[in-house]
């Protein structure tokens, strides 16, 4: 039996308090709360946005009464996915899940004729390594269709092609959750 080797490139942001965060948001705070000398055991206490460091848009976002992280299917945040440039935006027929890497020229965010375009090819996740995938009226178009919006991923290590992404939330009832994100390479071969 031949053993399979595969690669897993984490695409997650280091959360702590030099994290970018979008204009406005909480600002991330972690204090150690508990210490193992103090009290035999740690604990730590955070405080963070829900759109944290590399994270997901849920449609509850941008629309009142819509899913909740809890809510998205875990199907749709783990499988075949594909990386492509942003200068190169090509999606081959039947891609559910994309992540657009920005580049020199500017960030991996896209427009509203983008974002209906993904709508009508049947995307379901749509990455980038922007801190905002676009405007208020590409949040509402991606979302409004329940596709979710993956958020400051860290890019700078992949290269464009077909990976196996596993990106998932914590299991709460919000429009927003941090994620450990992960492409994986030589699933499948």
Same mark, same amino acid.
Do not use: W
């Given at each position: $039996? ?9 695409? #997650? ?5 030099? #994290?970018? =965060? ?23 206490? $955070?405080? $963070? ?9 849920? @449609? ?15 199907? /749709?945040?783990?499988?075949? +996915?594909?990386?492509? &440039?942003?200068?190169?935006? *090509? !999606? @081959? *027929? ?10 020199? *020229?500017? &960030? ?16 379901? =996740?749509?990455?980038? /390594?922007?801190?905002? =995938? ?11 269709? &329940? ?18 992404? +596993? ?5 709460? /009832?919000?429009?927003?959750? @941090?994620?450990?994100? +992960?492409?994986?390479?030589? !699933?499948?071969?």
């Amino acid at each position: $039996m031949r053993c399979r080797t595969i690669k897993i490139i984490d695409i #997650t942001q280091q959360l702590g308090k030099d #994290t970018k =965060i979008y204009e406005g948001d909480p600002h991330i705070r972690m204090e150690k709360f508990f210490t193992v000398d103090n009290y035999g055991y740690a604990v730590s206490k $955070m405080s $963070m946005g829900s759109h944290s460091g590399t994270h997901i848009d849920a @449609p509850a976002h941008v629309m009142s009464g819509g899913k909740t992280v809890r809510d998205i299917p875990l199907s /749709d945040l783990v499988g075949d +996915c594909i990386v492509v &440039e942003k200068s190169e935006i *090509k !999606i @081959p *027929k039947g891609t559910k899940r994309l992540i657009i890497k920005g580049s020199e *020229k500017g &960030e991996a965010r896209i427009s509203e004729r983008h974002a209906r375009i993904l709508v009508d090819a049947g995307i379901r =996740i749509i990455g980038t /390594d922007a801190l905002s =995938i676009g405007n208020d009226e590409v949040h509402k178009i991606l979302l409004s269709e &329940e596709v979710c919006i993956l958020e400051s991923l860290e890019l700078s290590r992949v290269t464009p092609g077909n990976y196996f992404l +596993c990106a998932l939330p914590l299991k709460v /009832d919000t429009d927003g959750s @941090p994620i450990r994100a +992960c492409l994986i390479e030589g !699933i499948g071969e």
